[in-house]
């Protein structure tokens, strides 16, 4: 049995975690420099360690909301096809470790794209729904953020 871990995170009232292998690091939020002519869920870049990286909201992206940039507010920076990008989420909420044979098929009602679904986990108050955040952005999205910055 192969084990693997997600960082779990809140966006408004759901549960969703993405593989902690992709994920750089957690860092606080910071107001990103707008970037004009980009998609509306990208809210523009930050400096990080010397670095401009996309800073988008997942919220908008999965017709949540707008991010609100709450005390547990953190951004999650990621690797997207070599390059990083950085994901606001409402709160990291944990480490979970689960098994391959514990990941479930996605659920057919849902209110983001299954694209960008790789399963879900049961625990033991919700169930997590699991994201490839390298397959949020279409392919023209990433053309437009890499001729942006």
């Not at 919220?59 to 609100?68: I, M, P, S, T, V």
């Not at 070599?82 to 057919?108: C, H, M, N």
């Amino acid at each position: 049995m192969a084990e693997v871990q997600f960082v779990v995170f809140r966006l408004a009232d759901q549960v969703y975690g993405a593989q902690i292998h992709n994920i750089q690091e957690i860092i606080l939020p910071e107001q990103p420099t707008k970037v004009p002519n980009n998609p509306d869920f990208i809210e523009g870049v930050i400096n990080h360690r010397g670095e401009v990286i996309p800073v988008l909201d997942l919220k908008k992206r999965f017709r949540l909301g707008d991010a609100d940039y709450g005390r547990e507010s953190r951004f999650i920076v990621a690797e997207v096809d070599e390059k990083k990008a950085a994901f606001i989420v409402d709160e990291v909420t944990e480490i979970l470790r689960v098994y391959s044979e514990q990941i479930g098929e996605p659920p057919e009602m849902t209110k983001i794209n299954k694209d960008y679904i790789t399963g879900v986990v049961m625990m033991e108050k919700s169930l997590v729904i699991l994201l490839d955040l390298s397959k949020v952005l279409t392919v023209e999205e990433k053309d437009i953020i890499n001729q942006s910055i």
